[in-house]
């Protein structure tokens, strides 16, 4: 995540450097977003650390019993036809 920011971060100062006309404005823009995406996730987001799970999704659990989510049915165990299933064999090199 930390390198996807900084290549955004680099690709967006030309773009804002063309709107405000120096790099130090530029570069402030961008850091105040970067401050004001920190002050939304602590806002908006809640503290989940050491919360129960029934808890923090309680349509998931009802009645303190869980209950299989369903969705997309599950992946078959099977191996596709071109995996060779037969152990490897090693021998000797011999002069």
């Known amino acids: 995540m930390n ?4 290549v ?3 690709l967006a100062e ?9 790099t130090w404005r530029a570069v ?4 105040m977003v970067a401050l004001g995406a920190v002050a939304v996730v602590l806002v908006l987001f809640p ?3 050491g919360a129960e799970l029934d808890e923090l999704s309680p349509e998931r659990y009802e ?9 997309a049915p599950a992946k078959s165990q099977a ?5 060779c299933t037969r152990e490897p064999t ?3 090199a011999t002069k």
């Not at 030309?14 to 120096?22: A, E, F, I």
């Not at 402030?28 to 850091?31: A, M, V, W």
């Not at 009645?63 to 969705?71: P, V």
Request: overall charge positive; proline content about 5%.
């Open 47 to 49: 503290e989940t650390a």
């Open 79 to 83: 191996k596709p036809a071109s995996v």
């Open 28 to 31: 402030s823009l961008i850091y």
């Open 14 to 22: 030309p773009l804002v450097y063309s709107v405000v006309g120096t």
């Open 90 to 92: 090693y021998q000797m």
């Open 3 to 6: 390198t996807l920011g900084g």
């Open 63 to 71: 009645g303190g019993t869980r209950r299989r989510i369903t969705g």
């Open 8 to 10: 955004l971060g680099l």
